[in-house]
């Protein structure tokens, strides 16, 4: 019995230095294959210590209660007496393995807070808005604002909110329309016949990067999904389902393109417009 109960003790105490061993590899920034072999001493050392027990702890004979007769209370006292008095000291053991488990259990579930953590805060509503607000310019890669007179008719130029060119969900394409195309959307929504459109498909997210001056058309190249500027960037082929979002802009003081808000509608796949 000894001998079995300090087996199923070693093999929890194992358990429980892999999950703080397993915790701390966690806190120094991680490394999977040292991560993956104390995930299993842990999970090995409780599995083992619970075969253990039940193998040379719990009872495994066949009992038979017999259901017609009452034994007379007064003459198995005695012996019930007896019996609780030389399980005892089992009793207390068991409390001690049970403990064991216990604390074994609450490490490993210690350490699974580390990787839960991990995967950052809540997205909360940031993922239904961009860097566009009222006033930014919009600016190249290199951040150099634009005017209208730095766009040619029929072309188009990737943009981003100046201070923010690194913002994937923020570039948006200015497209410089005919004078004989009305600009779609809000008549104060463009400027000069500059319209400006989320270059983020609505498909699968892939970037809308081709143009087609005679149709006045956006490509996407990953599913050929096909977009018409004129009628704001309503899907006319391929799997996209949604528009591309609209941005509205104007200039400033300086003759500078601006965003006049942020865009009013989510950027992106079309999921966004499921109901919730």
């Given at each position: 019995?000894?001998?079995?109960?300090?087996?199923?003790?070693?093999?929890?105490?194992?358990?429980?230095?892999?999950?703080?061993?397993?915790?701390?590899?966690?806190?120094?920034?991680?490394?999977?294959?040292?991560e993956g072999a104390l995930l299993g001493v842990s999970l090995g050392g409780i599995a083992i210590g619970l075969v253990l027990f039940g193998?040379?702890?719990?009872?495994?004979?066949?009992?038979?209660?017999?259901?017609?007769?009452?034994?007379?209370?007064?003459?198995?006292?005695?012996?019930?007496?007896?019996?609780?008095?030389?399980?005892?000291?089992?009793?207390?053991?068991?409390?001690?393995i049970a403990i064991a488990f216990v604390a074994s259990l609450g490490l490993l579930g210690i350490a699974a807070l580390f990787p839960i953590?991990?995967?950052?805060?809540?997205?909360?509503?940031?993922?239904?808005?961009?860097?566009?607000?009222?006033?930014?310019?919009?600016?190249?890669?290199?951040?150099?604002?634009?005017?209208?007179?730095?766009?040619?008719?029929?072309?188009?130029?990737?943009?981003?909110?100046?201070?923010?060119?690194?913002?994937?969900?923020?570039?948006?394409?200015?497209?410089?329309?005919?004078?004989?195309?009305?600009?779609?959307?809000?008549?104060?929504?463009?400027?000069?016949?500059?319209?400006?459109?989320?270059?983020?498909?609505?498909?699968?997210?892939?970037?809308?990067?081709?143009?087609?001056?005679?149709?006045?058309?956006?490509?996407?190249?990953?599913?050929?999904?096909?977009?018409?500027?004129?009628?704001?960037?309503?899907?006319?082929?391929?799997?996209?389902?949604?528009?591309?979002?609209?941005?509205?802009?104007?200039?400033?003081?300086?003759?500078?393109?601006?965003?006049?808000?942020?865009?009013?509608?989510?950027?992106?796949?079309?999921?966004?417009?499921?109901?919730?």
């Open positions: 019995m000894n001998g079995a109960r300090g087996r199923i003790l070693a093999a929890v105490g194992a358990s429980m230095l892999a999950s703080i061993g397993l915790t701390i590899v966690y806190a120094l920034g991680g490394d999977p294959q040292i193998h040379h702890l719990l009872p495994g004979d066949q009992f038979v209660e017999p259901r017609d007769v009452i034994p007379h209370a007064t003459a198995e006292r005695p012996g019930v007496e007896a019996a609780f008095e030389a399980g005892a000291e089992p009793i207390e053991r068991r409390r001690a953590r991990s995967l950052g805060t809540r997205p909360g509503r940031t993922l239904f808005r961009t860097q566009w607000r009222r006033g930014r310019r919009a600016v190249t890669d290199s951040g150099r604002p634009l005017q209208v007179s730095d766009l040619d008719l029929n072309s188009v130029v990737t943009v981003f909110p100046e201070g923010h060119e690194n913002a994937a969900d923020s570039q948006t394409l200015l497209i410089r329309l005919p004078d004989d195309v009305t600009p779609p959307g809000p008549s104060d929504w463009s400027v000069s016949g500059v319209v400006a459109f989320s270059k983020i498909c609505t498909h699968a997210g892939c970037p809308v990067g081709l143009y087609q001056a005679e149709t006045q058309e956006l490509f996407c190249p990953c599913h050929q999904s096909t977009f018409s500027v004129p009628e704001g960037a309503k899907p006319t082929f391929g799997p996209a389902t949604r528009p591309l979002p609209q941005l509205p802009i104007g200039v400033d003081e300086a003759g500078f393109i601006v965003s006049l808000s942020d865009y009013t509608e989510p950027v992106g796949p079309g999921f966004w417009n499921r109901p919730e």
